[in-house]
């Protein structure tokens, strides 16, 4: 049982091919095109390991620039940009858990961590929210955090709910603070 989480950019160190995870192609890609999509900008690609055995990655995420069109974005969110056809976001485009470690709080672990560094970085590049295209079965876990449904299987966390859930901690873990 993992307690101590700590979560970093992914690296040459990482073991990619150790990450078992079955659901769609989120192993594939982790092994395949992760390196590749940061080398081109195309992602940030975050994993979480225990800092005891920094090498096996526990769970990963990715974050991209986005833009919805603004009739796309929920009612009460579009007045306000009501001038900007376009409107930037953020994408968590892919979150996963190894196979082995689920129902351990890590996927929420993961989630808030990604939440803080939107949060964060949205000081410096504006955002409006998070967005994601949730994976069949995994709609729910999203819904329990406050994601709204958009259309499809994507959903949408306005900034400001994200900022509340960025300041919770997924208890039992805790974050390594050696970042
Ligand atoms: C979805 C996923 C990331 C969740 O990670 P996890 O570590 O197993 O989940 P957690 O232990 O953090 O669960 C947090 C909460 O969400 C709930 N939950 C977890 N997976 C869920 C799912 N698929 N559907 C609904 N609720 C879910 C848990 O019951 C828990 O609820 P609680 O706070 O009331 O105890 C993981 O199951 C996974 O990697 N799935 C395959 C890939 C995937 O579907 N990714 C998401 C789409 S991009």
Known sequence: MVEVIRVEALGRHHDRAG???PTGNLGTYLR???SQDVKRGAAAVFVGVDPSAPAKILGYYTLSSFSLKLQDIPTPYQRPLARYPDVG???L???AVDITCRGQHL????LFDALRRVVLSSSTIATVALVVDALEGSE???THY???HLGGQRYWLPLDTARLLGQKQSAP???DDER
Do not use: I, K, N
């Not at 996927?107 to 993961?110: D, K, R, V």
């Open 89 to 91: 976001v953020t994408l």
């Open 173 to 175: 873990l805790s974050a």
């Open 140 to 142: 729910t876990f999203y």
């Open 32 to 34: 395949e095109r992760a």
């Open 146 to 148: 406050g994601f709204m």
């Open 19 to 21: 990450f078992a995870c």
């Open 93 to 95: 485009g892919r979150l």
């Open 107 to 110: 996927g929420e672990f993961l």
